[in-house]
């Protein structure tokens, strides 16, 4: 049984049971496969590991990664916070609706997004033509492509972010700036924006996370040509149909390297946040969490 | 919908400039939302149905189609129990005592949202692959485990691991336990105050928790993809179904498969909103 310098007393049963479950089934089912992976690249000589990770090939798959995650995840930041101020702020007809469907990208399969995705931005697709010919922009099979399924996938991870964030946002602040003669640009950037940055950021490394390892709804869509349009996740899954182990494991252990940091930013991010916003409780967006139930503060 | 207490703050005078604003950012949210969601949703179903309903029945007639559907469920039907009853226990741990390595627990529970599908099905190829750990061992005792449906199971699981976990943990906090511990005092068993007490507490959470880790469970793509070996009609899922039809150039097939995923995510949203609504009634 557990001794009292690992648990603090209490007189609810089953915390032996439950607990030797969940440590087992994740040790199972997570930690030994990534394990085996982490083990499977400690194989390799120094030489050929470096050789595999800063391949031309897996280079540009990087910069395609990481940089179209980092653009969607941007546009994601500005459109995600207007979506979210308007859902929180406004009163409109089709709100509720509007709110439900912002977690359509968790929900769909994302290889249903990536075909539904190349059919509209597709030059043949109704949008795509109409880019094409009006703009002379090709979306599909180049790396815009990537960024717009990109966006797709990260959406809902600030919009469920910002929300309860600006939900708890103390609005008696920005009445009395205005109060006190600032415009609307000041109130926002010295009361709303200092307010819900730690959930936006939140919103963006997670945005940012899920579209470095996104692989099905982009890979309809961007075309894969090697050194162009080619996502690191793409790369992975060729070197295994060629049976290249050491070399998907190599970039695999890359991916997981960097979503280890990204997880790390993500807690201190909320670590900061919590302290900042004292006697709260743990907030600042966690996945895929359930939007707070918007209540009228009266005043 | 209808009835209930007004929720926003009753209408007041809105100078014309700050309600330009307000329409401005309300259609800027509308338009992108509309070309983000809708217009891909709108094309699923427009190609779906592009030769008429007849071909789109036909789509469901075609054997490996079916046999795709029959994975997908059985897949599922393997991976949510499992998931859920991992999803209880860890949150019944974690919300109810104090103990060392709390949080540590939980960043790895959630460690699967932040991995790449693909990096979690390569971790079960480096496990159970020709080349990997047990690879050998595997193939003397004739077991398959990748490019059959063990493999595509486990990926499954590991993908949707931390749904119900998630979706219970915040909320078994939030409650507290003061009333189990009325339970337990009064002298109910662990097993009777679950039942009795904390389920009922629980119900529409782990519902949502449920239904959010079927969706994921039944529309895994990346993670399946790479241990599925795509083998027709033994080892695709109805994702997988999609991306062969699709690069057959079978685009109402395709699509057609699609729009029964796209319905399962509309379901699922419904499904969502409708348990968000009943947990609003209760508190507000």
Known sequence: ?299 | MAGGAPRYEKRQYVAPGVRAGRVALIAISIAFLGLLLIAPLAAVLGQAFAEGLRVFLESFTHADTISAIKLTLLTAAIVVPVNTLFGIAAAWAIAKFEFKGKSLLITLIDLPFAISPVIAGLVFVMLFGSQGWWGQWLQDNDIQVIFAVPGIVMATMFVTFPYVARELIPLMQQQGSEEEEAAITLGANAWTTFLRVTLPKIRWGLIYGVILCNARAMGEFGAVSVVSGHIRGLTTTMPLQVEILYNEYLFVSAFAVASMLALLAIVTLVIKTFVEWRADRRTG
């Open chain 1, 1 to 299: 049984m557990a001794a009292n310098w690992f648990r603090q007393p209490s007189i609810l049963p089953g915390f032996g049971l439950t607990l030797g479950f969940t440590t087992f089934f994740l040790s199972a089912l997570v930690l030994l496969p990534l394990a085996a992976l982490v083990l499977r690249t400690t194989s390799m000589t120094w030489a050929d590991f470096i050789d595999t990770v800063l391949d031309p090939r897996a280079l540009a798959s990087y910069r395609l990664s990481f940089g179209a995650a980092f653009i969607a995840a941007i546009i994601n930041a500005v459109f995600g916070f207007i979506v979210a101020w308007s859902l929180v702020r406004y009163e409109f007809p089709g709100r509720r609706l509007v709110d439900a469907l912002i977690d359509l990208p968790f929900a769909l399969p994302t290889a249903v997004s990536g075909i539904a995705l190349a059919a509209v931005f597709s030059p043949t697709g109704w949008l795509g033509l109409q880019l094409q010919e009006r703009l002379g922009i090709q979306v599909a099979y180049t790396w815009l492509g990537v960024v717009v399924a990109l966006i797709l996938i990260g959406l809902p991870f600030v919009v469920r972010s910002v929300q309860p964030a600006l939900v708890e946002a103390q609005r008696d602040l920005e009445e009395a700036a205005e109060t006190l003669g600032a415009g609307p640009f000041t109130v926002f950037r010295r009361i709303i924006l200092p307010a819900v940055m730690p959930a936006l950021v939140t919103g963006f490394t997670m945005a940012f996370a899920r579209g470095v390892g996104e692989y099905g709804s982009v890979v309809f869509i961007s075309g894969n040509l090697p050194l162009k349009t080619e996502i690191t996740p793409l790369l992975i899954v060729i070197k295994l149909e060629q049976f290249d182990y050491n070399g998907a494991a190599a970039l695999g252990f890359v991916m997981l390297l960097v979503s280890f940091l990204m997880l790390l930013a993500i807690n201190l991010v909320q670590g900061w946040s919590r302290r900042r916003q004292t006697g709260a409780d743990s907030r600042g967006g966690r996945v895929e969490r359930r939007a707070r139930p918007r209540k009228k503060t009266v005043t």
